[in-house]
Each structure stands twice: as C-alpha cells, then as structure tokens.
C-alpha cells in the first residue's frame, strides 16, 4: 500500500448486479485501445453469474435471469482479459478474484421464495455451483502471461 501511495488514482468501476454477458458490450467504453494502459485491474465477475437454472424451485424463473453458462462465462471472462491486454501499451497488470463462498444455509435463509404456489424452496445460489465458476477463474487466470 505505501508504494502506491499518493502516486496512484483509484478508478472504481463496479457493477452490482452484472454478469459477464452484461459487461461485454461495456468493454471498448471501460478498456478503449487509444487510452493509457491502467496499472492494475482488479476482476471479480462470477458471483453473479453462477446463479443456478431454472427451475430452482421456490422461486420464478426471472430469479435465474443473472446466470451465464459456465463455458460462455470462461469465454466472456477470456474476452474481459484479452481487451485488458490490448488497452494502452498493453502493461496492465490484472489481478483475477474468484466469486466468494457461499454459505449455503445462510444464504437459503436470507433468500425469500419468489414463487409461493411451490412448497419447496432451494437456494439460487450454492457453494458447490458457485465452486465451478472459481475454477473457471483460476483456469483463465493461468493462460495469461
């Protein structure tokens, strides 16, 4: 943090609720090649992304409507890099953060049920389904140079 310090402009550009498919048409806006290269970029996407299909049940199908396929997000988070790479001279540095845990009984307890007429109620976001797109992260974070 010292090194940085009074020398660097932070730059937030975080988009709640966004998933990678919503991002891409973004991208030439956010990373335009005739700018100078930022000097780290920091990425998070996949929280959002790894929502499950539908039907989950106990909720409406919109409730899903943030998921992106696991092979379009690692394509999508692919492009997100590759536009990085060609911004600027191309020295940005990125740093790749995988979408948190999730805690699944917690998060099944904060969630309400978006649909009522169904008895049963599971949770749109889990652990083991979000644990997919962090690998999908770590696999596009080792192609980069």
């Known amino acids: 943090a010292n090194y940085y310090q009074r020398t660097a402009d932070i730059v937030l550009r975080g988009y709640n609720g966004y998933n990678t498919n919503w991002l891409m048409p973004l991208l030439p806006k956010l990373f335009p090649l005739n700018r100078a290269a930022p000097a780290l970029v920091i990425i998070q996407f996949g929280t959002n992304d790894s929502a499950r299909p539908p039907p989950v049940p106990g909720h409406l199908p919109a409730a899903s409507r943030q998921r992106v396929p696991i092979d379009e997000f690692e394509s999508n988070l692919s ?67």
């Open 79 to 145: 492009a997100v890099v590759n536009t990085i790479v060609n911004c600027g001279a191309g020295t940005a540095k990125m740093l790749i953060l995988a979408p948190l845990p999730v805690d699944d009984a917690a998060y099944l307890k904060m969630q309400p049920k978006t649909d009522t007429s169904s008895a049963k109620h599971e949770s749109i976001r889990t652990n083991a389904h979000t644990g997919e797109y962090a690998s999908a992260c770590v696999r596009v974070g080792s192609r980069m140079e």
